[in-house]
């Protein structure tokens, strides 16, 4: 269902994510593991579409586009579109998927365990052209090693995805910042 969608150069990621993500999950349980398979190939089956064609989409499904990423990065709508496509062109009706593959550029707040992961094994797969040089093989390996290991991994990830924003001097996504927030914040006196 995905691979028609995708040039030959994106099918491989989205290969590459589905193998970091089997990494990951690895110890979960056969359902959970399964919908973070489900989410690795879905995350980027919009990814070749036109912005008018996620747009589209987007709207078929009864939405509006991200304003925010129609004014500063258009290329983040085929996440959105990706997951308004997919209960109906795939039968996905897990909310944590649909959750995890809307957000996967910009992280969210209120993800679980299949959204990090995504979030993660996008991020780190090998073929990206940083792998190398941020060892993200290694981050990989610690984020299989358990809950709290992808929790502080995917907060890892947020980092770099962040510093780089800042480095090119790109506008960040309010769910980025939300995300950063509520992954960092600690009570006052706490």
């Known amino acids: ?23 990951v999950a690895r110890v979960w349980t056969p359902d959970r593991r ?7 190939w879905l995350h980027d089956a919009w990814r070749n579409a036109t912005v008018d064609e996620s747009m589209a989409a987007i709207r078929s499904a009864g939405e509006e586009p991200d304003p925010w990423a129609l004014r500063y990065a258009p290329v983040l709508l085929h996440a959105q579109a990706a997951a308004a496509w997919a209960p109906t062109a795939t039968s996905e009706a897990d909310p944590e ?10 992280g969210h707040p209120d993800w679980g365990a299949v959204g990090r992961a995504l979030y993660v094994a996008d991020f780190c797969e090998p073929t990206r052209a940083f792998a190398a040089a941020l060892h993200t093989d290694r981050l990989l390996e610690r984020a299989a090693s358990g809950a709290e290991s992808l929790t ?21 996504h309010p769910d980025t910042v939300r995300t950063w927030n509520a992954w960092v914040a600690t009570p006052v006196g706490g």
């Open 1 to 23: 269902m995905v691979a028609p969608r995708l040039t030959a150069r994106r099918m491989a990621h989205v290969e590459s994510v589905a193998e970091a993500i089997g990494k």
């Open 34 to 40: 399964a919908a973070a398979r489900r989410a690795a």
């Open 97 to 106: 998927v649909l959750l995890a593959v809307r957000h996967h550029p910009t």
């Open 152 to 172: 502080a991994v995917a907060l890892e990830v947020l980092v770099l995805r962040l510093r780089r924003a800042i480095d090119e001097k790109r506008p960040i």
